[in-house]
T-cell receptor, first 113, second 109 residues
Framework: ETGVTQSPTHLIKTRGQQVTLRCSSQ?????VSWYQQALGQGPQFIFQ???????GRGNFPPRFSGLQFPNYSSELNVNALELDDSALYLC????????????FGPGTRLTVL | ELKVEQNPLFLSMQEGKNYTIYCNYS?????LYWYRQDPGKSLESLFV?????AVKQEGRLMASLDTKARLSTLHITAAVHDLSATYFC?????????FGTGTSLTVIP
């Protein structure tokens, strides 16, 4: 059984640029959630995708957007990067939105200069 | 606004000692999760608590849930250095997790 994978591991961007982060869910999981974890803080929910549709969104601006593909992998896109977007971005997958034990990927460390 | 608060935020304890981390939350939730995070790493699932009165133990860690008090505890017995990490609780009142503030634990030899 393959766990949750994310790419890239690290990324450095400059303010105003756009970035795409990728996540492959654990085998059999159709629900993917994305979190932002700033240094020294707990993860903050960005949004969740279930069967290719957004299924809930946290308090993040529209420049944070996502996609889920038929194989349940997912992308997180961030436009017009700001310095405060520097964080660890975590992807988590679960069997369904209601069976919500989540399994986290290793994360992508994004640095915005 | 839903709040999940952990106490203490920082904990330094000697090897062999016992201690409890507390997690209070402000909404109705029958599901609570504990995670461990090592520096620069992702979250490792420790416990899943799915009902009032649930108690789970793994090695030197034991977690409990009181949904009426909206309180979960993570008890550490006879701490060892390998337990040094940040511990997060998270509640799931719907389709998203709300994480606590985290407790940074350092076990001193």
């Amino acid at each position: 059984e393959t766990g949750v994978t994310q790419s890239p591991t690290h990324l450095i961007k400059t303010r105003g640029q756009q970035v795409t982060l990728r996540c492959s869910s654990q085998s059999g999981h159709n629900t993917v959630s994305w979190y932002q974890q700033a240094l020294g803080q707990g993860p903050q929910f960005i949004f969740q995708y279930y069967r290719e549709e957004e299924n809930g969104r946290g308090n993040f601006p529209p420049r944070f957007s996502g996609l889920q593909f038929p194989n349940y992998s997912s992308e997180l896109n961030v436009n017009a990067l700001e310095l405060d977007d520097s964080a660890l971005y975590l992807c988590a997958s679960s069997l369904s939105p209601s069976l919500n034990e989540q399994f986290f990927g290793p994360g992508t460390r994004l640095t915005v200069l | 606004e839903l709040k999940v608060e952990q106490n203490p935020l920082f904990l330094s304890m000697q090897e062999g000692k016992n201690y409890t981390i507390y997690c209070n939350y402000s909404t109705t939730s029958d599901r609570l999760y504990w995670y461990r995070q090592d520096p620069g790493k992702s979250l490792e699932s420790l416990f899943v608590l799915l009902s009032n009165g649930a108690v789970k133990q793994e090695g030197r860690l034991m977690a409990s849930l009181d949904t009426k008090a909206r309180l979960s505890t993570l008890h550490i017995t006879a701490a060892v250095h390998d337990l040094s990490a940040t511990y997060f609780c998270a509640v799931d009142p719907g389709n998203q997790f709300y994480f606590g503030t985290g407790t940074s634990l350092t076990v001193i030899p």
